[in-house]
């Protein structure tokens, strides 16, 4: 069993910042690539950014320059710094990641989500 759990979510005002964390544990071999997505009231879950198990890491054209994915594979744990917040940011965000269990499966799991309000 593998579990993700997000923290760090809050109310920022507009041009302030965040960071979230998403923590692994478990039966953990080895995580792998490690993402964000974020879902607002009414719209699909739409992909924010990606981090793979060497670091690489991947933005969407609307948080990019904004945002920074990075980990701590140490502690299996992502990280998503978000500065400069705008109010259309709002959401809940989610992590995923793809992880090798100690009996060698590859699972793709999710947290339950941290709620991001930017509002003044």
């Known amino acids: 069993q593998v579990q993700l759990v997000e923290s760090g979510g809050g109310l920022v005002q507009p041009g302030g910042s965040l960071r979230l964390s998403c923590t692994a544990s478990?039966?953990?071999?080895?995580?792998?690539?490690m993402h964000w997505y974020r879902q607002a009231p009414g719209k699909q879950r739409e992909w924010v950014a990606t981090?793979?198990?060497?670091?690489?890491?991947g933005y969407a054209d609307s948080i990019k320059g904004r945002f920074t994915i990075s980990r701590d594979n140490a502690n299996n744990t992502a990280y998503l710094q978000m500065n400069s917040l705008k109010p259309e940011d709002t959401a809940v965000y989610y992590c995923?990641?793809?992880?090798?269990?100690?009996?060698?499966?590859?699972?793709?799991?999710w947290g339950q989500g941290t709620q991001v309000t930017v509002s003044s």
């Open positions: 995923n990641a793809f992880v090798t269990t100690t009996n060698g499966a590859l699972n793709h799991n």
């Open positions: 478990g039966s953990i071999l080895r995580v792998n690539s």
């Open positions: 981090i793979s198990s060497t670091a690489t890491t």
